[in-house]
Structure formats: C-alpha cells, structure tokens
C-alpha cells in the first residue's frame, strides 16, 4: 500500500465520522451545529470526491440532490421544524451520498428524529433532579420552550449511510 493510499484512507475514516459527531455533540450540548461544520464537510467533499474516483457527472448529481436538502431544509426551518443549523448539516450531509445512501440517510434520520423527540418529551415529562439544574445544558434540554437537538438523528443516520458511499467503497479497493 502506497503512503498516498494510507492517507486518502484516513482522510476517509476521519473527516465526515468526525464531522458528524462533533455536530451531534455540539448540538447536544449548545443546541446548535457551527456554521464550520458543514464547511468543512463541503471543503471535504470537493477534496476527497475525484480521489476516491467520482466522475463529474456524479459529483454533480451529488451537488444537485445537495442543493434540493438545502431548500428542503431551509423550507423546514422556515416552517420552524427543524434550526438553521440542521438544514444546513442536512445538505453539507447529503452531498457526501450518492442516492442508495441518500434514501437510507432519509430514512435513518427521520427515524431516529422521532424516536429522539419522543425520548425528549418523556424526559421533560419528569422533573429535573437538582443536582443537574446546575449542568446548563442538561437543564437546556430539559426546557419544554427549547426545540429537539435533531443534529444528533442528522449524525447518526449520516454515520450510518455513509457505509454505502463510495468513499468507503473506494476502501476496498
């Protein structure tokens, strides 16, 4: 194996499960996803694309079913169902998955979206111990008025996906 192989490998295995859980975490805790991470899973995708063999045509349809999740998104944070920073995790996300991804991505997220604002409601359903009041963002999830930290069912559905993509198929080879 070539040093070159080892580090598009890495690159790999580090730069969208990275971006992922640092936008889960993130969210977990702040209730929101920085603007950086979906820079930087953009910024990945145009480095690592035509490396792991992506052709134009198929980048492009990448970058057009990415753009599609940027306006659902947006039209879903404008119907106040989902924070600015979800939509755009959702299409920085989305640019990584060619469409058999995409569909299990879409899927997964919703998913585990709900499961996850179910878990919420029963948690707020209960009262708060005291001795968490003084943990800020356990007591931020615990809010009623606060929203669901969706990025954390963005995460995991997108780590999930990403095992069908061509850039772990590109391990393989």
């Not at 040093?3 to 499960?17: A, E, K, Q, R």
């Not at 979206?113 to 943990?135: E, H, I, K, V």
Request: proline content about 7%; aromatic content about 10%; hydrophobic content about 60%.
């Amino acid at each position: 194996m070539e040093p070159s192989d080892v580090i598009l490998n890495f690159l790999i295995l580090t730069i969208f499960p990275a971006c992922m859980a640092l936008a889960a975490s993130m969210d977990l805790i702040t209730m929101t996803v920085p603007n950086r991470i979906p820079v930087a899973l953009v910024i990945g995708f145009i480095c690592l694309a035509p490396l792991v063999g992506l052709t134009l045509p198929e980048i492009g349809l990448q970058v057009a079913f990415a753009i599609a999740a940027l306006v659902i998104g947006f039209g879903m944070f404008a119907m106040g169902w989902i924070g600015g920073g979800d939509a755009k995790l959702f299409a920085a996300t989305v640019l990584w998955l060619n469409p058999a991804a995409l569909v299990t991505y879409t899927m997964l997220s919703a998913i585990l979206g709900g499961a996850l604002t179910l878990m919420l409601l029963m948690y707020r359903s209960y009262p708060l111990p005291a001795f968490l009041m003084s943990q800020d963002w356990v007591a931020r999830l615990h809010e009623p008025r606060e929203g669901v930290p969706y990025g954390i069912a963005l995460a995991a559905g997108g780590l999930i996906a990403y095992a069908q993509t061509p850039f772990m198929m590109a391990l393989a080879g």
